[in-house]
Every structure is written in structure tokens, then in C-alpha cells.
């Protein structure tokens, strides 16, 4: 089936201008998550998705990060102003949340969000 | 102290021989683990899950998880050039929704 799906792929954005990014999970699984990934580094936990409630934002680096999942399917990561630390790529990941795999979690393609 | 350690590496192997990537964790509570492989360029690809403590086998892959000693790793028999990626250990704290990962540790099978 469809794994998670990412758009845009690839996004430039000058200093100061807001983005949205977007995260299709992989139908029926109920958790989803998204982390930043900087050059060289392991995926950095920003927040947390069940179903439609958002569990855990401790991860959002500030409050210019926003995300939502209004229907508890697809996901908008939204950040405002964007700052040149904010360049890195964006990854989605979904897992059952529920049973055996509740964790697993099953990672889109990514977007690399750079900002000039 | 991070809550995941990983060394970077590089690690070198030659084409069939067995690749040893270790984890430590700094949580006594954590409950789940896993292991991805991320090839340059790519999102990270899950490979292993392991939530007790011994070994659990997949294929070439062997998961091992030592919780009095906070340790995982993961062993992958007749290496493969195809092998060659960075692999992610990553941790879950029970009952909690936020997921730690390692900075990755680079492997290189040598054909």
C-alpha cells in the first residue's frame, strides 16, 4: 500500500516568510509524528499525533512551530518567520498507535526546507 | 549526556563479514527500541523493533537488547555493500510519546 507522503519535497523560503508543510500518514494509523533533522544528526522529536489530538508538543523549537491535524489523517507543520536555523529537513512518520507496531513508526520522504 | 548514544564511526567491513553497531541509552524506564537505516539522501527505514531483553532475528539482522546495562545493538551477518548507510538507534520512554534518537553510526562494506 501508499507509504507517508510529503509535500513540497524541496522548499526555499527567504528569511522571515512563513511555510507550510505537509504530511499524508499511511491510512489507518493513528499516530503520527514529526521531527527535524539537521545535516549529520539523528531526527529531532517536535511533536505528536493521536488521531486529531496533539499529545506532545514538547519537541517545537518555538513558537514561531505549529502544527495540526484537524480531521486526524493529514498534518500541517506550519512555521512562521522562518530563521535560518530553521533549514534543515522535515520528516513525518506514522505508526498503528495501536496492538503490535504501536511504535513502529514509518517515515515520508522528507522535506528540506531551506531558508536564504 | 544525550539520551542516546551511538558512535559515528565510520565503520569498515568487508563484503561478508558480520557489522556490530552498538547503542546506549540513558533511561532505565525506556521500553522500546528500534533500529533504522538511513541511506544518504533518504528518510530513515525501519529495520528491527525490540522491546525484551536477549536477541530477536530477522533475516541477517540480530537485534540484541541488554537492559541492565542499557545497551542495544544490532548485528548483521554476510555483510553486504548494499549494507552501507547510516543506522539510527532510537528509543521510546514508557508510556511516553517522544522518541530519542542516536546521531547514526556510518557503516561501509568493503566489496
Known amino acids: 500500500g501508499a507509504g507517508v507522503s510529503q509535500s513540497p519535497r524541496y522548499k526555499v523560503a527567504k528569511r522571515g516568510q512563513d511555510v507550510a508543510l505537509r504530511c499524508d500518514p499511511i491510512?489507518?494509523?493513528?499516530?503520527l509524528f514529526w521531527y527535524q533533522q539537521a545535516l549529520g544528526q539523528g531526527p529531532e522529536f517536535l511533536t505528536y499525533f493521536q488521531n486529531e489530538a496533539q499529545l506532545d508538543k514538547s519537541g517545537l523549537p518555538s513558537d514561531r512551530f505549529f502544527a495540526e491535524r484537524p480531521e486526524g489523517s493529514v498534518s500541517t507543520l506550519k512555521i512562521q518567520r522562518t530563521q535560518q536555523e530553521d533549514s534543515a529537513v522535515y520528516l513525518c512518520?506514522?505508526?498503528?498507535?495501536?496492538?503490535?507496531?504501536?511504535?513502529?513508526?514509518?517515515f515520508g520522504p522528507g522535506t528540506r526546507l531551506t531558508v536564504t | 549526556q544525550k539520551e542516546v548514544e551511538q558512535n559515528s564511526g565510520p565503520l569498515s567491513v568487508p563484503e561478508g563479514a558480520i557489522a556490530s553497531l552498538n547503542c546506549t541509552y540513558s533511561d532505565r524506564v525506556s521500553q522500546s527500541f528500534f533500529w533504522y537505516r538511513q541511506y544518504s539522501g533518504k528518510s530513515p527505514e525501519l529495520i528491527m523493533s525490540?522491546?525484551?531483553?536477549g536477541d530477536k532475528e530477522d533475516g541477517r539482522f540480530t537485534a540484541q537488547l541488554n537492559k541492565a546495562s542499557q545497551y542495544v545493538s544490532l548485528l548483521i551477518r554476510d555483510s553486504q555493500p548494499s549494507d552501507s548507510a547510516t543506522y539510527l538507534c532510537?528509543?521510546?520512554?514508557?508510556?511516553?510519546?517522544?522518541?530519542?534518537f542516536g546521531t547514526g553510526t556510518s557503516l561501509t562494506v568493503i566489496p
Open positions: 532510537a528509543v521510546n520512554i514508557y508510556a511516553g510519546n517522544q522518541f530519542y
Open positions: 512518520a506514522s505508526s498503528l498507535g495501536q496492538g503490535k507496531g504501536w511504535y513502529e513508526q514509518y
Open positions: 525490540i522491546y525484551s531483553n
Open positions: 491510512s489507518g494509523h493513528v499516530s
